[in-house]
């Protein structure tokens, strides 16, 4: 069954500190993996994109990175600001001929000043 | 501004009735999907179109219904046969791009049954 599951569910760090979220998957054919963040009672904005063939990507203060071995990604979030605080998303696209997505539950961050 | 629209933003509906959601979009994307999410769940997709006048079930279709007959617009239809409808709702859109599917969303719909 294809699944993606993120932890912690839920993290609240001070603001100016870091930390990093979790998402292991088990899908198949996998084509890429995205992490979204979703501020409360909005859609999910894509913050970054993994292929196969790659391990780490940044964007900013975020930096995603991928183990296709071990099926796991994760998210490091560097210097927190409040702006930070919402639910991020780990989602798995398959590599079939419609490229289904499949979420994750996600990790909801509160950043505390 | 391209994007995707949903309206509205909240919705209020009495038990027995069916309710439209709208969703329309202007990035010329040939597909467009609905989506569910309930607290603690991920999102579970609903129906998906990938072409004009084509759509399919999704995950759990049960209690709803879309139409598709024209490309910037996907509605969906929640009926009185869906028992559980208060969510929130997201419609999405999406392209290929480099190989990869990228998705963008609408900023949702939250219905409540009352």
């Known amino acids: 069954k294809n699944q993606v599951e993120q932890s912690p569910q839920s993290l609240i760090i001070l603001e100016g500190k870091n930390c990093t979220l979790q998402?292991?998957?088990?899908?198949?054919?996998?084509?890429?993996l995205r992490w979204y963040k979703q501020d409360t009672g909005r859609g999910p904005v894509s913050l970054t994109i993994?292929?196969?063939?790659?391990n780490t990507k940044s964007n900013g203060r975020y930096t995603a990175t991928l183990d296709a071995d071990t099926k796991q990604s994760s998210l490091h979030i560097t210097a927190s600001q409040l702006s930070d605080s919402a639910s991020y998303i780990c989602?798995?696209?398959?590599?079939?001929?419609?490229?289904?997505?499949?979420f994750g539950t996600g990790t909801r961050l509160l950043v505390s000043p | 501004d391209g994007g995707i629209t949903q309206s509205p933003k909240y919705l209020f509906r009495k038990e027995g009735q069916n309710v439209t959601l709208s969703c329309e979009q202007n990035?010329?994307?040939?597909?467009m999907y609905w989506y569910r999410q309930d607290p603690g769940q991920g999102l579970r997709l609903i129906y998906y179109?990938?072409?004009?006048?084509?759509?399919q079930k999704g995950d759990i279709a049960e209690g709803y219904s879309v139409s598709r007959e024209k490309k910037e617009s996907f509605p969906l239809t929640v009926t009185s046969a869906q028992k559980n409808p208060t969510a929130f709702y997201l419609c999405?859109?999406?392209?290929?791009?480099?190989?990869?599917?990228?998705?963008?969303f609408g900023q949702g719909t939250r219905l409540t049954v009352v």
């Open positions: 999405a859109s999406s392209i290929v791009s480099r190989g990869h599917t990228e998705a963008f």
């Open positions: 998402c292991n998957y088990t899908v198949s054919p996998f084509s890429n």
């Open positions: 993994m292929t196969f063939s790659e």
């Open positions: 989602v798995v696209s398959l590599n079939t001929g419609f490229q289904k997505l499949v």
């Open positions: 990035l010329n994307h040939d597909a």
């Open positions: 179109s990938q072409i004009v006048n084509d759509f």
